[in-house]
DNA sequence: CCACACTATTTAA
DNA sequence: TTAAATAGTGTGG
């Protein structure tokens, strides 16, 4: 199994997105520090092939819209087969939230067909390899409570406020660019 | 298997 | 604010 790491550098720090040959893995929030200084530099892998350059673009610009608060455009292939099958299903239903709108974890349970499993409906949540993407930042607790969020409630709360205010076709011209390749995980 | 101990929950007391 | 209920998953025996 070969990966490709693709950093993107915004103005909100330098995400991560992992891709297998199936499709994207995982998006990684940046860093709690600012990435400070000397991390030794990656290694660059090998040229990405054509296909993996869509990918890469596609994400680009989906990783562009969702830190804008606007709906996602056409996104790769997600590779989710690390997931089990509740917590698959759990990440599909997640894609069917409508940008600027919130489920809570019990919608979202009842929706799978299992009303009473909420609480396993966060644990998936947490489980997810690619947030911002698959929005479980728009999943919150009953009673107007915000839940939790793998990356840090900060980030949550900062998505949904930008969703919220998105205007219609409202800008929020966020700039992601290709840093740098590499091949490990 | 079985038993527990975890959860980004929810509801009732 | 606390406690109990509840479901899925990982771990240890």
């Given at each position: 199994?070969?990966?490709?790491?693709?950093?993107?550098?915004?103005?909100?720090?330098?995400?991560?997105?992992?891709?297998?040959?199936?499709?994207?893995?995982?998006?990684?929030?940046?860093?709690?520090?600012?990435?400070?200084?000397?991390?030794?530099?990656?290694?660059?892998?090998?040229?990405?092939?054509?296909?993996?350059?869509?990918?890469?673009?596609?994400?680009?610009?989906?990783?562009?819209?969702?830190?804008?608060?606007?709906?996602?455009?056409?996104?790769?292939?997600?590779?989710?087969?690390?997931?089990?099958?509740?917590?698959?299903?759990?990440?599909?239903?997640?894609?069917?939230?409508?940008?600027?709108?919130?489920?809570?974890?019990?919608?979202?349970?009842?929706?799978?067909?299992?009303?009473?499993?909420?609480?396993?409906?966060?644990?998936?949540?947490?489980?997810?390899?690619?947030?911002?993407?698959?929005?479980?930042?728009?999943?919150?607790?009953?009673?107007?409570?915000?839940?939790?969020?793998?990356?840090g409630l900060?980030?949550?709360?900062?998505?949904?406020e930008r969703?919220?205010?998105?205007?219609?076709?409202?800008?929020?011209?966020?700039?992601?660019?290709?840093?740098?390749?590499?091949?490990?995980?």
């Open positions: 199994m070969t990966y490709a790491r693709f950093h993107f550098r915004t103005p909100d720090g330098v995400f991560t997105a992992v891709f297998s040959p199936d499709g994207l893995l995982a998006v990684r929030f940046p860093p709690p520090r600012p990435a400070t200084s000397k991390a030794s530099p990656e290694p660059p892998g090998p040229a990405p092939n054509p296909k993996l350059r869509g990918w890469f673009n596609l994400a680009a610009k989906a990783i562009n819209a969702a830190l804008a608060g606007r709906a996602l455009p056409k996104l790769p292939p997600l590779d989710l087969a690390q997931g089990t099958e509740f917590h698959q299903a759990v990440w599909r239903a997640l894609t069917e939230i409508p940008t600027g709108e919130t489920r809570t974890y019990k919608q979202i349970a009842a929706r799978l067909g299992r009303p009473k499993a909420a609480r396993a409906v966060g644990q998936a949540c947490g489980a997810n390899p690619i947030p911002l993407l698959i929005p479980c930042h728009r999943v919150v607790a009953a009673g107007g409570r915000l839940g939790g969020f793998s990356a900060a980030w949550k709360e900062l998505l949904l969703e919220a205010r998105s205007p219609r076709p409202g800008h929020f011209p966020i700039r992601c660019s290709r840093t740098n390749w590499s091949s490990a995980p």
